[in-house]
């Protein structure tokens, strides 16, 4: 039989800053003897998460399914999958719960909000695209997406340019029903020279 304790911690980011790692600020612990113990994590789940893969998350938390977790262990916890979001540059809202089983085990979910892919780094007019690829895409060619960006090598591009690319990306999914968030990533080469990635995350059908 399960049995839901009082120990239930709420960790939200601060989604108007999208840019920085999310603020988290947890709410009070109910005031029982349960709240304050440590237990043993036997069940982590993740919802919501569309931008980030499960499996980067939770190879990411300092307390790991089978090890002992307390308040301090959770807070550790929620400021590792921040970090992750940071490193994608993808803005989130976090909530946590914490389910207690018989005052000694423990089942946590993660509950996400996110926010949409951030605007590309600026880029000044003279910056030259030496190579343009694409990741992440399962269901439509490379080719494809390549030809609807029509970014090719050579081409000197400015964030309208980007811009553009990613709507023609997002336009081509919603064609063929799959829905998508597209974002740009690129390395400099050499100076005001850059290889230019397309990151697309392929959703359920629309």
């Known amino acids: 039989m399960m049995k839901t304790g009082k120990f239930l911690a709420v960790l939200l ?28 994590l036997t069940k982590v789940t993740f919802k919501g998460n569309v931008q980030v893969p499960t499996a980067e998350l939770l190879a990411a938390l300092p307390v790991q399914v089978g090890q002992t977790i307390d308040q301090a262990g959770a807070k550790e916890n929620v400021a590792a999958i921040g970090q992750v979001y940071q490193k994608h540059n993808v803005g989130t809202n976090i909530t946590q719960s914490m389910t207690i089983i018989h005052h ?22 003279g910056i030259t695209v030496d190579h343009v690829s694409v990741t992440g895409n399962a269901r439509i060619k490379t080719p494809a997406i390549l030809a609807a960006a029509n970014i090719k090598p050579g081409q000197t591009v400015t964030n ?3 811009k553009a690319a990613q709507d023609a990306i997002s336009a081509l999914y919603k064609k063929s029903n799959i829905g998508s968030v597209v974002s740009t990533d690129w390395t400099n080469t050499t100076p005001q020279h850059v290889d230019m990635v397309f990151k697309v995350t392929e959703k359920a059908d629309e």
Do not use: N, R, W
């Not at 920085?20 to 237990?39: F, I």
């Not at 000694?104 to 780094?121: D, G, N, R, S």
């Open 13 to 40: 980011g601060c989604a108007a800053v999208p840019l920085a790692m999310p603020v988290m600020k947890t709410a009070a612990y109910a005031q029982d003897k349960a709240a304050t113990g440590s237990y043993t």
């Open 104 to 125: 000694t085990k423990a089942i946590i979910a993660y509950t996400f909000v996110e926010q949409a892919p951030l605007a590309p780094t600026v880029v000044h007019v």
């Open 160 to 162: 309208e340019t980007i």
